[in-house]
T-cell receptor, first 113, second 113 residues
Framework: SQKIEQNSEALNIQEGKTATLTCNYT??????LQWYRQDPGRGPVFLLL?????KEKRKERLKVTFDTTLKQSLFHITASQPADSATYLC????????????FGIGTKLQVIP | DTAVSQTPKYLVTQMGNDKSIKCEQN?????MYWYKQDSKKFLKIMFS???????INETVPNRFSPKSPDKAHLNLHINSLELGDSAVYFC????????????FGDGTRLSIL
């Protein structure tokens, strides 16, 4: 199965700056990669999906890149706000199909006013 | 309307007891999942059902038994609870075709005394 590395250390960033979170994987290249947001006491919420043939995907202030050579996805939040504070998880499909995805441990983002 | 709902939200019980967690989704999805999120916040899949048929069964003790009476419901029964079962259990659903995001419930926090 896929091994996923996300910086489990918290990322603190000043309001208004761009937050950049990293997701690295080590095994096979997935057909797509997903990013989720999880708030304390809540379930993960889907944010963005990027396919292997897409280099970049945007949604409002969010941008995701996918570099299959580096085996890495970057998740950017521009003009960050305190409300963006949460844990962000990346998820990759398992090679076995059946929609099994493996989640990274997530990176906790804290946006400081 | 809550898309994926789990009950109960909190479950506190003693070691050795048997307990059940219920999950219902009103999204019309064909696939449902159970995940366990431990104290280190690692989200790990346990089971997945597609149209009431078990398709993913990870290395989970036999004490855990999922049941899907119809495609909108997936329940989890746990026998002889152990201290290590303390965690947050998340139910999720998704359409059966690939690339689709998963929709999560808000979790059931299980605490074993």
């Amino acid at each position: 199965s896929q091994k996923i590395e996300q910086n489990s250390e918290a990322l603190n960033i000043q309001e208004g700056k761009t937050a950049t979170l990293t997701c690295n994987y080590t095994n096979y290249s997935p057909a797509y990669l997903q990013w989720y947001r999880q708030d304390p006491g809540r379930g993960p919420v889907f944010l963005l999906l990027i396919r292997e043939n897409e280099k970049e995907k945007r949604k409002e202030r969010l941008k995701v890149t996918f570099d299959t050579t580096l085996k890495q996805s970057l998740f950017h939040i521009t003009a960050s706000q305190p409300a963006d504070s949460a844990t962000y998880l990346c998820a990759l499909p398992d090679s076995g199909g059946y929609q099994k995805v493996t989640f990274g441990i997530g990176t906790k983002l804290q946006v400081i006013p | 309307d809550t898309a994926v709902s789990q009950t109960p939200k909190y479950l506190v019980t003693q070691m050795g007891n048997d307990k059940s967690i219920k999950c219902e989704q009103n999204l019309g999805h064909d696939t449902m999942y159970w995940y366990k999120q431990d104290s280190k916040k690692f989200l790990k899949i346990m089971f997945s059902y597609n149209n009431k048929e078990l398709i993913i069964n990870e290395t989970v003790p036999n004490r855990f038994s999922p049941k899907s009476p119809d495609k909108a419901h997936l329940n989890l029964h746990i026998n002889s609870l152990e201290l290590g079962d303390s965690a947050v259990y998340f139910c999720a659903s998704s359409p059966s075709h690939s690339n689709q995001p998963q929709h999560f419930g808000d979790g059931t926090r299980l605490s074993i005394l």
